[in-house]
């Protein structure tokens, strides 16, 4: 079974350039994440879709940050525009229907703002 | 508010020694509860999760983990530990299937020979 998908793995990008991640979740999963996590802190919340509705987004900052999952299946984050505190790992993540089963992540995109 | 707590940035150990990572947990009910270990570099992997029922859940790579409500506690345990266990240790928890999936801060294990 393929696991989640990422990419990019590594981006570098100046201040206040935009910049768009894409995850494909295990197949057949319903329930997708996005996480940001900052150097040496454990993974934050941004975004929780259930199928292509949104669930919880109480900590995407909204003015920057945008996440899409069109038809359900896989999913776009973006950040427009960058500023240097984004510098993180995204780390997207799903789960068959919410948590019963646990949550299987990707390997994350390392994203450096400069 | 809900939230999960490990206390120990950074534990180190001997090679075949045994291990006990803490975590407490802050929720009304009885939470989802989940360990992921992070190698550098990689994604979380689920190590075990508990939800209800037997409150010793066993994982993979031998890992072991207690549910213990009247200490709102989650310690992973392992009785013997290996060099390719190290690595950074996450607690998570949840108040329910759709909630949203809270992480403590890890512990970064280092293992020496």
């Known amino acids: 079974e393929a696991g989640v998908a990422q990419s990019p793995r590594y981006k570098i990008i100046e201040k206040r350039q935009s910049v768009a991640f894409w995850c494909n979740p295990i197949s057949g999963h319903a329930t997708l994440y996005w996480y940001q996590q900052i150097l040496g802190q454990g993974p934050k919340l941004l975004i929780q879709f259930q199928n292509n509705g949104v669930v919880d987004d109480s900590q995407l900052p909204k003015d920057r940050f945008s996440a899409e999952r069109l038809k359900g299946v896989d999913s776009t984050l973006k950040i427009q525009p960058a500023k240097l505190e984004d510098s993180a790992v995204y780390l997207c993540?799903?789960?068959?229907?919410?948590?019963?089963?646990?949550?299987?992540f990707g390997q994350g995109t390392r994203l450096t703002v400069v | 508010a809900q939230s999960v707590t490990q206390p120990d940035i950074h534990i180190t150990v001997s090679e075949g020694a045994s291990l006990e990572l803490r975590c407490n947990y802050s929720?009304?009910?009885?939470?989802?509860l989940f360990w992921y270990v992070q190698s550098p570099g990689q994604g979380l992997q689920l190590l075990l999760k508990y939800f209800s029922g037997d409150t010793l859940v066993q994982g993979i790579k031998g890992f072991e983990a207690e549910f213990k409500r009247s200490q709102s506690s989650f310690n992973l345990r392992k009785p013997s530990v290996h060099w390719s266990d190290a690595a950074e240790y996450f607690c998570?928890?949840?108040?329910?299937?759709?909630?949203?999936?809270?992480f403590g801060a890890g512990t970064r294990l280092a293992v020496h020979p």
């Open positions: 993540a799903s789960s068959l229907a919410g948590l019963s089963n646990g949550a299987f």
């Open positions: 998570a928890g949840s108040s329910g299937g759709y909630n949203k999936l809270i």
């Open positions: 929720y009304g009910a009885t939470p989802y």
